[in-house]
T-cell receptor, first 113, second 115 residues
C-alpha cells in the first residue's frame, strides 16, 4: 500500500520568506503527483500536477519538483504572503494501488504579516 | 462554469439514521470519488467509480454505500452501520484514472455531525 508523508505538519514563517514543503511516498511506481491547497472548512484546490516523466512544474510563485526514484517531492513557495496561509496536501496516483489517489496528512502553513 | 456541487454543506443526523450526501459534476469526468477527512488523518478513500453502474470500495467502505446511475452523479449514503460518521466528506472527480495528467477536482465538502 502506498504511504504518503508530509513534513513538517505545521510551519509558521514571516511574510516575504521563501519556503519549502516536503512530500515523500513509499511506492515510486506512480502516474503523477499533485499538490493541493485547502482553506479551513473548504474543499481542496489543485495547485500543480507533475506527471511521472516530469521533473518539475511551475505556476506563478509556486514550483513543485519530483524525484520519483527517491520517492520525494517538494513545493517551493517564493515570497510568501499572508494569503498563502492554508493547509497544503500532496497526493499520488499509481498502478499498484488500483489507480487510487493516496494523500499525505498535509502541512499547515501560517504566513505572519 | 464547470465544477462539482456537493449538498448539503452541513448535515446533522441522529444515531440510527441513514443520510445521503449529494455530489453532482458537470465536468464530463468519467471517474468520481468519495473521501472522508478527519483532523490529523488526511483524506481516506471511501468509494470510487470509473464508469456508470460500476464502483469499487476504497480503504474505509464499511458503513457506506454509493450508486452511479448517471455519469454526473455519485451520491453517498452514510448508513447506521457506520460507527463514527461525524466527519468532513469530500467528493472529487477526474477525467480518467491511470492517465498521466489526471487532475483531481474537488467539491466544497459536506460536514456531517451525529447528535
Amino acid at each position: 500500500k502506498q504511504e504518503v508523508t508530509q513534513i513538517p505538519a505545521a510551519l509558521s514563517v514571516p511574510e516575504g520568506e521563501n519556503l519549502v514543503l516536503n512530500c515523500s511516498f513509499t511506492d515510486s511506481a506512480i502516474y503523477n503527483l499533485q499538490w493541493f491547497r485547502q482553506d479551513p472548512g473548504k474543499g481542496l484546490t489543485s495547485l500543480l500536477l507533475i506527471q511521472s516523466s516530469q521533473r518539475e512544474q511551475t505556476s506563478g510563485r509556486l514550483n513543485a519538483s519530483l524525484d520519483k526514484s527517491s520517492g520525494r517531492s517538494t513545493l517551493y513557495i517564493a515570497a510568501s504572503q499572508p494569503g498563502d496561509s492554508a493547509t497544503y496536501l500532496c497526493a499520488v496516483e499509481g498502478p499498484n494501488t488500483g489507480n487510487q489517489f493516496y494523500f499525505g496528512t498535509g502541512t499547515s502553513l501560517t504566513v505572519i504579516p | 462554469d464547470g465544477g462539482i456541487t456537493q449538498s448539503p454543506k452541513y448535515l446533522f443526523r441522529k444515531e440510527g439514521q441513514n443520510v445521503t450526501l449529494s455530489c453532482e459534476q458537470n465536468l464530463n469526468h468519467d471517474a468520481m470519488y468519495w473521501y472522508r477527512q478527519d483532523p490529523g488523518q488526511g483524506l481516506r478513500l471511501i468509494y470510487y467509480s470509473q464508469i456508470v453502474n460500476d464502483f469499487q470500495k476504497g480503504d474505509i467502505a464499511e458503513g457506506y454505500s454509493v450508486s452511479r446511475e448517471k455519469k454526473e452523479s455519485f451520491p453517498l449514503t452514510v448508513t447506521s452501520a457506520q460507527k463514527n460518521p461525524t466527519a468532513f466528506y469530500l467528493c472529487a472527480s477526474s477525467a480518467q484514472q491511470g492517465a498521466g495528467a489526471n487532475v483531481l477536482t474537488f467539491g466544497a465538502g459536506s460536514r456531517l455531525t451525529v447528535l
